[in-house]
């Protein structure tokens, strides 16, 4: 049984630029979360879709935007790309009905030069 | 605004012997917290999850304890083995449906 899959595992952006990540979530969990991590730091809450619609949203601008499919996948789009956006993006998924932790994928390292 | 603390700096523990991570919060009544084990370039691992009403919990040679007065959760690895060495950390969520907000972790060091 797969886990979280994320893609792509690394990626190098110029400043200004937009970028796409995917997440795939755990077989049978709806809910998916994004998150951000910066070196040395714990991760930081992006937003957080069920049922297709964002339903929580973190202290993030609204440069960050995402979307949720209706086989559960989703998507962290970014524009207009800064140095600070550099970090390792997390996606988190879970059944929304059961409270337990979240199954973290291992994360695109996003390099912004 | 809601604040999670971690022990700040590494612990280093000697192998065979407990080591034991804080989590400290700050205005949040959260309704359960999580602890999760996180390796170099990996997402993280989820580990326990302890609820407000419970004050301990068991896993193999883990324990976790959960203060919500003075808000505060312990969480202890016994018999510490070179493979225990990690980033912890602990996270809070305040529902069932809600998100989860992560301190900044604690790096555990275990030496032979």
């Known amino acids: 049984d797969a886990g979280v899959t994320q893609s792509p595992t690394h990626l190098i952006k110029t400043r200004g630029q937009q970028v796409t990540l995917r997440c795939s979530p755990k077989?049978?969990?709806?809910?998916v979360s994004w998150y951000q991590q910066a070196l040395g730091q714990g991760p930081q809450f992006i937003f957080q879709?069920?049922?297709?619609?964002?339903?929580q949203r973190g202290n993030f601008p609204d440069r960050f935007s995402g979307h949720q499919f209706p086989n559960y996948s989703s998507e962290l789009n970014v524009n207009a790309l800064l140095l600070g956006d550099s970090a390792l993006y997390l996606c988190a998924s879970r059944r929304r009905t059961v409270n337990y932790g979240y199954t973290f994928g291992s994360g695109t390292r996003l390099t912004v030069v | 605004s809601q604040k999670i603390e971690q022990n700040s700096e590494a612990l280093n523990i000697q192998e065979g012997k407990t080591a034991t991570l804080t989590c400290n919060y700050t205005n949040y009544s959260p309704a359960y917290l999580q602890w999760y084990r996180q390796d170099p370039g990996r997402g993280p691992v989820f580990l326990l999850l302890?609820?407000?009403?419970?004050k301990e919990k068991r896993k193999e040679r883990l324990k976790v304890t959960f203060d919500t007065t003075l808000k505060q959760s312990l969480f202890h690895i016994t018999a510490s083995q070179p493979a225990d060495s990690a980033t912890y950390l602990c996270a809070l969520g305040d529902s069932s449906a809600s998100k989860i907000i992560f301190g900044s972790g604690t790096r555990l060091s275990i030496r032979p």
């Open positions: 302890i609820r407000e009403n419970e």
């Open positions: 879709y069920y049922e297709e619609e964002e339903r």
């Open positions: 077989s049978g969990h709806d809910t």
